[in-house]
C-alpha cells in the first residue's frame, strides 16, 4: 500500500505529467499532439505517459499509425478515494515509532536511576515527561496521597508539582475532597 501510495504522488509530482492528465481529461491526444501542446519532445511526453501508465492513470489504443492516449477516469476517481482516505495515510505511517520523541525526552531530562534532572517548562516536553511518570502507576488500583507522593519522590522532590501536572493532564485521577488517586486508562 504505502508503495502504491508514493508511487501515485511521484506520477502525479510532476507539472509536465499535471498538465498531460489535464489535457487528457478534455479529450485523447498523440504523443505527438501533446509533444506540439506542451513544447517538449515526443521522446519526453512518452516518458511521461509511460510513468502515468504505470499507476494506471492513462492507457492507449492504436489508431492509424499512432498511439492515442486517453485519461483513465474511473480510475483516477477509484485510486484518488481510496488512497486518500485517511485510513491509509495512517497506514503508511503504521512503521513511525510513535514512542521515539517520548523516549528522547525522557532521556534528555532523567538520571540514570530515572529521577528528573529537571522538571520541563516546555508544555510537549512535560507531556512525555509525565506519560513516563505515570507508568509508576498501577492501573485499576487506588493510591493514597501519601503513596503517590512516595512514589512521585522517585521521580522529583517536587511531589506536589507532578501530581498536580498529573491530574491535570488527566493521566491520574483524583477522588472528590483529595485522599485517593489513580491512574486513567488512557
Known sequence: ??????????????????????????RAYSVEELAALLHLRPS????????LTEVGLVSAHPESYYNVYHLEQKALEAKTRRLLSRADFGEAAAAVDLDAYDRKVVADYTRRDGSLKTIPAQQKKLEATLRYIVKAFEPGKRYSERQVN?????????????????????????????????????
Open 1 to 26: 500500500m504505502e508503495n502504491e501510495l508514493v508511487d501515485f504522488y511521484k506520477a502525479l509530482g510532476d507539472a509536465s505529467r499535471l498538465k498531460i492528465v489535464g489535457l487528457l481529461a478534455g
Open 44 to 51: 519526453t511526453v512518452s516518458h511521461h505517459l509511460s510513468k
Open 150 to 186: 512516595k512514589i512521585l519522590a522517585r521521580f522529583h522532590a517536587d511531589t506536589a508539582s507532578l501530581r498536580r501536572e498529573l491530574v491535570g493532564h488527566k493521566l491520574m485521577k483524583r477522588a472528590v475532597g483529595g485522599g485517593d488517586y489513580w491512574r486513567t486508562e488512557s
